[in-house]
């Protein structure tokens, strides 16, 4: 299959659900098995399992990006099928530790000469109730313990998954998740209809 195909699957399935972005943001983002996994009760408890870890509510943990479609939403990564090279994105929703990351990152924005360079992009991210910890999280006061946790995670995944690179993304509440994930199915819908898909 050619990095193509991801569009034209996601057109498919957009197409299956409506053409309706927030019917598709639930039904494929959040209530469906993700693409890497063979059944939804093994992801059920996968999600119990890292949430436990991370210490947070298990409804509060998903796995996004192209591990739970099977292609990338992302036009700089050309809507680019999940491969063995494809990194896996956990959301983690929590409104108390979003709030704790919030203000150690306030500081960390002020003080790191190693951060200049991501400022604009984190404050973006920030102001979208979203804190993208494979940035930042080395510098928090929880960075070590879920860095702990991100390879303990990585051997919960099993043989075909377990070398992969973990990404965490933190939000404030279920609702600036989905808002993040509308945006995203709202462009490649967008992206899609310009291509003639």
């Known amino acids: 299959m050619s ?12 197409n299956e659900l409506d053409r309706d972005v927030e019917y598709f943001v639930s039904a494929r983002l959040f209530d469906d098995t993700p693409a890497v996994w063979s059944s939804s009760v093994q992801y059920v408890r996968w999600r119990h399992e890292v949430a436990k870890r991370l210490r947070v509510d298990p409804t509060g943990v998903q796995l996004v990006g192209s591990a739970r479609l099977g292609y990338s939403l992302s036009p700089r990564k050309n809507f680019k099928l999940f491969d063995a ?52 999280l080395p510098h928090l ?21 377990n ?19 509308l945006i995203g199915v709202s462009g490649a819908r967008d992206r899609a209809i310009e291509d003639g898909i």
């Not at 990095?3 to 957009?14: H, L």
């Not at 090279?85 to 190693?114: H, K, M, T």
């Not at 006061?141 to 879920?146: A, I, L, N, P, T």
């Open 3 to 14: 990095e193509a195909n991801g569009i034209q699957q996601f057109w498919r399935e957009f």
């Open 141 to 161: 006061s929880f960075g070590e313990r879920w860095s702990y946790v991100r390879d303990e995670i990585a051997d919960l995944l099993g043989d075909e998954l």
């Open 85 to 136: 090279q494809s990194d896996l994105d956990i959301a983690v929703v929590s409104n108390e530790i979003f709030d704790a990351a919030w203000l150690e990152l306030r500081d960390l924005i002020g003080s790191r000469i190693e951060l200049d360079s991501k400022k604009r992009y984190l404050g973006k991210l920030v102001f979208e109730e979203c804190i993208a910890l494979d940035i930042v």
């Open 163 to 181: 070398d992969r690179e973990i990404n965490y993304r933190l939000y404030r509440n279920h609702r600036s998740l989905r808002e993040y994930q």
